[in-house]
């Protein structure tokens, strides 16, 4: 069984409240966990929340709400804290602010666990201003596509020649990361409940470089097309102008 956990943790500090900011009627939130029903191998989707307002959202919905505490870390722990009480072997991390997932590639990160047990999603970079932004996080992938490392920095740094040489002259050889995970329950359990938050994760603040200090493979697989994650009213008036 696979199962989309939506993290949705009502405070923001960049753009406040912004699962609750309402496009058509809609709030992003909903338009999130609406979009993820269609993703044809997911059997449920769980919106995963510390506040009520975001819970009665979907009362009478196909789409579950669980209640979490608001103390949790991060949307990684409130994914696992439903996750631990559910009989799914493959559970799937879709961020409340990535209203405009393509659906088919969420099915690439499932089907990806058939072989991995870790799995998530890039997209190449085309500009420069995107390769420099340290909130666009950047991964490096072998060439069997497990990821070597994530950063906010440019990886990799390109020493003898520059930044439109470098996409011309290479085979995507710079990814943004869209941060959608897939994991095998067990992994998603170590992460939240073994493993210690790691030096490099804290360094960047990236919590999937846990996964990678302490020797789990992340397979990170091309999507299809690139996302928009909600995080400063830009994003959000961005996100308007797409839906009309």
Same mark, same amino acid.
């Given at each position: ?39 044809? +191998?997911?059997?449920? !989707?769980? $919106?995963? =929340? @510390?506040?009520?307002?975001? %819970?009665?959202? *979907?009362?009478? /919905? #196909? ?69 420099? +932004?340290?909130?666009? !996080?950047? $991964?490096? =992938? @072998?060439?069997?596509?497990? %990821?070597?490392? *994530?950063?906010? /920095? #440019? ?90």
């Amino acid at each position: 069984m696979a199962v989309i956990i939506i993290p949705a943790r009502k405070g923001s500090t960049r753009l406040k409240n912004k699962l609750l900011l309402q496009v058509k009627g809609k709030p992003v939130i909903q338009w999130t966990a609406e979009n993820c029903l269609r993703v044809k +191998n997911a059997d449920r !989707v769980i $919106v995963a =929340t @510390d506040s009520e307002e975001i %819970a009665s959202i *979907f009362d009478g /919905s #196909p789409v579950e709400a669980v209640l979490t505490p608001s103390d949790l870390k991060s949307g990684s722990d409130r994914v696992a804290y439903v996750a631990r009480n559910i009989d799914a072997d493959r559970i799937i991390n879709v961020q409340g602010d990535e209203p405009l997932l393509e659906p088919s590639d969420i099915q690439k990160v499932i089907e990806g666990l058939s072989e991995a047990d870790v799995t998530t999603l890039s997209y190449p970079i085309t500009e420069e201003d995107d390769y420099i +932004n340290p909130n666009v !996080v950047k $991964v490096v =992938t @072998d060439k069997n596509g497990y %990821a070597l490392y *994530f950063s906010r /920095s #440019p990886i990799p740094f390109y020493r003898d020649i520059d930044f439109t040489q470098m996409i011309n002259g290479f085979k995507n050889p710079v990814k943004k990361h869209i941060g959608v995970y897939g994991y095998r329950k067990k992994v998603l359990m170590d992460f939240a409940y073994r493993l210690e938050p790691s030096d490099y994760e804290q360094i960047e603040k990236l919590e999937q470089l846990r996964l990678l200090e302490n020797g789990y493979r992340i397979k990170v697989l091309p999507a299809e097309k690139d996302s928009l994650g909600i995080d400063t009213e830009e994003d959000f008036k961005r996100f308007c102008s797409i839906v009309g």
